[in-house]
């Protein structure tokens, strides 16, 4: 009888081990932190969901959001030009990786900026869900470029831009 109680003692320590990757899968980010997989997985749905592909990945628009997963997020040299001069989408890869989570979510929270980036619908959302995104970008590694600088009104700035007449 002892013996068959130290079999299923093993045999359920086992289970636990074989089963327990498939409950709790982590996901190894740029930051060298290890978080939930399911985290991961929520902050690329907030990313696709709140827009930042639009504007922060070359050419996403204009390919119908067909640009590889591994081209995300890092920024564009597309120019968006308006009464508040030229602004430029910012490589959020190079920009996530010099701030730690706290800092992230800070700035999140606070962020204010020129057109077109709707900072306020960024200022509301989710520590939860700003937590995610950063977490989200990175889990990539470091690519890309700056974004050119911002250009003040009456400013031309190099092709490509899009321009906003407002009358």
């Not at 399911?38 to 969901?49: D, L, M, P, S, T």
């Not at 890092?74 to 430029?88: H, K, N, Q, V």
């Amino acid at each position: 009888m002892k013996n068959l109680k130290s079999r299923c003692q093993g045999g359920i320590a086992v289970g636990a081990i074989v089963l327990l990757p498939a409950t709790f899968t982590l996901a190894q980010t740029g930051n060298g932190l290890d978080v939930p997989a399911k985290v991961v997985e929520h902050g690329r749905y907030i990313a696709i969901i709140s827009g930042c592909n639009d504007c922060h990945t070359p050419n996403y628009g204009v390919a119908e959001g067909q640009v590889p997963e591994e081209l995300w997020l890092t920024g564009d040299a597309l120019g968006w030009r308006g009464p508040w001069g030229t602004t430029y989408p910012p490589n959020l890869r190079l920009l996530a990786d010099k701030l730690d989570e706290q800092q992230w979510n800070e700035m999140t929270h606070n962020l204010r900026t020129r057109p077109p980036m709707p900072w306020f619908n960024l200022n509301e959302m989710s520590r939860e869900d700003s937590s995610a995104l950063y977490h989200y970008i990175r889990s990539f590694e470091t690519l890309g470029e700056p974004a050119p600088p911002y250009l003040p009104p009456g400013e031309t700035p190099p092709a490509p831009y899009v321009d906003f007449i407002l009358e």
